[in-house]
């Protein structure tokens, strides 16, 4: 069974882009989350969606955008970027159905770098 | 809200001893539990995971975690310590909340092992 599969792997952009990440979740999986990582704050959480739907968001402002289309596939997207929008950004995917017990199945992450 | 807390930011260890990562929950009820473990430019692979019942759980690559409600704590321990055991690793809590999925990871703890 593939995993998830995050492209591209690397990212070069510079100030006032914008840019889309996108991620293939495991077959079968509806869930879909995205994650930033940066050194400076950890793991944290972007949003989720499922079914297409966005069900629970993280606290970033509203530059950070995302998707999900029918077949679970989901994009995120990312406006006006800022230097400090350099970070690895991870999708992560699950079975769903909203129970906090679903373990998430990460990707490599997209590697963003802005100039 | 919960949260997650990881002590340490770094341990080291000499390979071949027993190691033990601390984690401390704040939540409520019972939460659902995970480690996660990254290696350096991967995503995170899940180690193993608690959601009720015997309270030592078993895991991947030979760790195992005791979850004890009265100390609020999830530590994950191996007994003997390989080299390829270096990399980060993170704690969770997984919580529904309205019938969505809320994920909070702790900041990491970065093992190193010397030889």
């Known amino acids: 069974k593939a995993g998830v599969t995050q492209t591209p792997r690397y990212l070069i952009k510079t100030r006032g882009q914008q840019v889309t990440l996108s991620c293939s979740p495991i077959?079968?999986?509806?869930?879909v989350s995205w994650y930033q990582q940066t050194p400076g704050q950890g793991l944290q959480f972007l949003f989720e969606?499922?079914?297409?739907?966005?069900?629970n968001k993280g606290n970033f402002p509203g530059r950070f955008s995302g998707r999900q289309f029918s077949n679970s596939r989901s994009e995120m997207n990312v406006s006006t970027l800022e230097l400090g929008d350099s970070a690895l950004y991870l999708c992560?995917?699950?079975?769903?159905?909203?129970?906090?017990?679903?373990?998430?199945?990460f990707g490599d992450g997209t590697r963003l770098s802005i100039l | 809200a919960q949260s997650v807390t990881q002590p340490d930011i770094h341990i080291t260890v000499s390979e071949g001893a027993s190691l033990e990562l601390r984690c401390n929950y704040s939540?409520?009820?019972?939460?659902?539990l995970f480690w996660y473990v990254q290696s350096p430019g991967q995503g995170l692979q899940l180690l193993l995971k608690?959601?009720?019942?015997?309270?030592l759980v078993q895991g991947i690559k030979g760790f195992e975690a005791e979850f004890k409600r009265s100390q609020s704590s999830f530590n994950l321990r191996k007994p003997s310590v390989h080299w390829s055991d270096a990399a980060e690793y993170f704690c969770?809590?997984?919580?529904?909340?309205?019938?969505?999925?809320?994920?909070?990871f702790g900041r990491g703890t970065s093992l190193i092992v010397h030889p």
């Open positions: 992560a995917s699950s079975s769903g159905g909203g129970g906090g017990n679903q373990p998430q199945h």
């Open positions: 077959s079968g999986h509806r869930s």
């Open positions: 969606y499922f079914s297409e739907t966005q069900r």
């Open positions: 939540y409520g009820a019972t939460p659902y």
């Open positions: 608690y959601f009720s019942g015997d309270t």
């Open positions: 969770a809590v997984g919580v529904t909340s309205g019938g969505s999925y809320i994920p909070t």
